[in-house]
Structure formats: C-alpha cells, structure tokens
C-alpha cells in the first residue's frame, strides 16, 4: 500500500551544460571545418579555374629571379623586334629586351602588388569597419562622417590628385589607392558587424564579461570573414586593371620597371611591326582580372549556402 504523504519518484536528468556558440549571420558558414570547406572548393569547377589561373600566376612572379631566362633591363638593340627562338622564347621587345623575363618581372610589379595593395586596403577598411560598429556612439558617428566625405569623391579622382601631389610612380599609384580603397571595405564591414552585434550570441558573451577585443575576434569578425574574403578577390581584380591602366597612361611604373600597363604602353609605338608586344601583357592582364572574378564567384557559392 502507497503512502499519500510520500512524494513520487522523480526521475532526474542531469543538466546538460550550455555552450556558446558562433552562431553564422544568416546564409554565411564562417565555422566550416577546413577539410569540408576544401571539399567544397574542389567540387566548385569556377573556383578551381580561378584559382588555377591565380596560383600559376603567383608562382610566376614568386619565381621570377629564377625562371626567367635573361634581364628584363638588358638591351640588345642591334636584335629588335627579334622573333621566338631558343633564346628568346617570345621574342624581344623595340630594344631587344627577352619579352618572356619582362613578363615574368611585369607579374611581381602588376599582380603581387594588387595583391598586397588589396590586402592592406582590406586590413585598414575591417579595423575601421569593425570598431565603428562594435563601438558604436561618437566612433561611429565620426568614422562613418570621414567615410561620407571620402565617398563623395570619385575614387578615380582622388587617386589622380594624390598622384599629382607626390608624383608619378608605382609607390605614388599604389598609396593612393591604399587612402582611397579602404573606405567601401570599411562600409561593408560596419553594416555586417551591427547585424552581428546584436545576434544573441555576441549578446551572451557580453553579458557573460568577456573582454570586447576577445567578443570582437572569435564572435564577430568570423561571420564577417566570408563576405570579405569574397570582397577582396573582386576588389583585388579591379586593383590589378586600374593599376595597369594608369600605368599605361604613364602614371605607375616608370621605364625601365617592367609592368604590364607600362609595357602597353612602350609597344604602342610597335603595333604594325610586332603586335605580339601588345597582345601579350594585354592577355595577361586579361587573364589575371579573370582569374580573381572566378574565384570571387566561387568562394561565394562556397561560403554562402543561399546562393547553392
């Protein structure tokens, strides 16, 4: 017989601990596991091309004090316009300069540096971006002023203004972008930070007492990671073409520095005698600017799994 007054049995389940998280800004994955991210990437025919095209190109430039066969300086003038051989595998250029070494030297000048230009804009603009819209208030206000400003010039010409001051010249060209790219970078990231900021797990760790330098970097700039590695790519596409295009108009990489942009530049004068002086930095460039719009388009299917 069950007494009344007893209490009946319970069964107790043990409290399962709670676990903060990463949650992703909707759409974007920032904590794939690396072997499935490069899954992914495999999988993706356009950002195989992409990269493919990039890394080559890379490699190119890494290795040219190596690979290339001759000087890019080195004149030989009684052997102009030279056609292929077997020392000169695509000919020589108006002073007889080896045309393969100076595209090889051309991609260290024209690919690495939009590269490395790319990256630091993206470095400046996220610093700016992300302390705006985590800080909030008075930073926010004057950063996002500065930003308005900036974004009232053409970038275009705030670049010819700046190459003007200091003269022309790859350094000259590339600090002139670097003070006038950052601030789209800074746009962008802002506005995914305030979305982040306000997700509940950011919420949580900062209710929990974690320092901001700590909530900012394993809580905020992960679901932010992807939108701007995809960023970067086209970003560093558009670089690499305005680069080149205002070098050929002289205000980049002075003679004799091989660069793609300037070496359009010098055949203009050599179009009816030797197009192929034109058509070969014109078609790397081509094929650079290429190389960076797939990988852009397919890291974003990668990463964004709205867009699969």
């Keep these: 017989m069950v007494d009344a007054t007893e209490p009946p049995a319970v069964d107790v389940v043990p409290a399962t601990p709670i676990t903060l998280r990463r949650d992703a800004t909707p759409g974007w994955e920032p904590d794939l596991p690396a072997s499935l991210l490069l899954r992914r990437l495999l999988a993706d025919r356009t950002a195989v091309i992409g990269l493919v095209i990039l890394t080559v190109l890379v490699a190119a430039a890494v290795l040219a004090p190596w690979v290339a066969p001759h000087d890019p300086a080195a004149q030989d003038v009684l052997n102009k316009h030279a056609g292929p051989s077997g020392s000169h595998l695509l000919g020589t250029d108006q002073l007889g300069r080896d045309e393969l070494s100076r595209l090889l030297w051309g991609a260290r000048a024209s690919l690495l540096t939009s590269m490395l230009l790319g990256t630091a804009v993206l470095v400046i603009g ?5 302390l705006a819209g985590f800080v909030g208030g008075l930073v926010d206000a004057i950063a996002m ?3 308005d400003v ?3 010039f053409p970038n275009f010409l705030l670049v010819l203004v700046v190459v003007g001051s200091l003269g022309p010249g790859l350094f000259n060209l590339s600090v002139a972008f670097l003070l006038a790219g950052w601030v789209g970078y800074a746009r962008v990231v802002r506005g995914l930070v ?9 919420e949580t760790a900062r209710a929990l007492g974690f320092r901001p330098a700590r909530v900012v970097l394993r809580h905020v700039l992960p679901t932010v990671l992807g939108p701007v590695t995809v960023l970067w790519t086209v970003r560093s596409g558009q670089l690499l073409l305005a680069l080149a295009a205002l070098s050929f108009l002289g205000l980049g990489a002075q003679p004799p520095t091989a660069e793609w942009g300037s070496m359009l530049n010098s055949a203009r004068d050599s179009l009816a005698v030797n197009p192929a002086l034109m058509i070969y930095p014109g078609l790397l460039i ?3 600017a290429l190389g960076f719009n797939l990988l852009g388009d397919g890291l974003r299917d990668i990463l964004d799994p ?3």
């Design 126 to 130: 996220s610093a700016v971006g992300t």
């Design 145 to 147: 002023r500065i930003v």
């Design 150 to 152: 900036m974004l009232a």
């Design 194 to 202: 305030l979305s982040a900021r306000e997700r509940p797990h950011v």
């Design 286 to 288: 081509t094929v650079a």
């Design 306 to 308: 709205a867009s699969r």
